[in-house]
């Protein structure tokens, strides 16, 4: 074997191993936060918890899950033209308590088209219960300037704090006729 050939080889087995490397880890990660209780279907409530005349009211509903490779997705009682499903990123903080960042486009109008001066990102803070059949915690919906809120260039143009409350969502068999 020549020697071009034996490096082409070896680096082509170090490319090899180091993928199968990032593979198992990343399922070992997948599995371990398949552990987590938050994983699962929630239906999730949203109230007003600002200071406002709107304090307690509710703000929306949404079928949420959480996913076990860290992400979620949710599909909230909003209207569908100006966009009421997203997804989002979550970590797990310990004892039974996740953070969620929550990016959203913004939209306008009767054909709902997208609203490119502005986008959104809700920050949950929550605590599975010890029975995991619900959660409680708190959250801030940001509103931004832009289509990126993550952007370094991006303003704040207003917020408002939430409180967010879910129970769990479980396949019951004892529905079926």
Excluded at 9 to 20: E, G, I, L, N, P
Excluded at 62 to 79: L, Y
Excluded at 137 to 163: C, E, N, Q, R, W
Aim: proline share 6%.
């Amino acid at each position: 074997m020549t020697g071009h050939n034996w490096i082409l080889k070896s680096a082509a087995m170090v490319t090899f191993t180091m993928a199968v490397l990032a593979a198992m880890l990343g399922l070992g990660w997948s599995r371990a936060l398949a552990d987590e209780p938050i994983v699962g279907l929630w239906l999730a409530t949203w109230t007003d918890n600002s200071n406002g005349p709107g304090k307690g009211t509710v703000i929306l509903q949404a079928w949420d899950v959480w996913h076990a490779d860290g992400t979620e997705t949710q599909n909230d009682s909003g209207p569908v033209i100006i966009g009421f499903v997203c997804q989002g990123a979550w970590k797990p903080l310990g004892n039974r308590t996740y953070f969620l960042s929550h990016p959203s486009f913004n939209y306008l109008g009767a054909d709902g088209h997208l609203d490119a001066t502005s986008s959104s990102v809700i920050y949950e803070k929550v605590t599975v219960s010890k029975d995991g059949n619900s959660f409680a915690g708190t959250g801030l919906i940001k509103v931004f300037t832009g289509t990126d809120p993550f952007a370094p260039s991006t303003t704040l143009i207003g917020s408002l704090p939430i409180k967010i409350a879910g129970k769990r969502v479980a396949a019951d068999p004892g529905q079926l006729p």
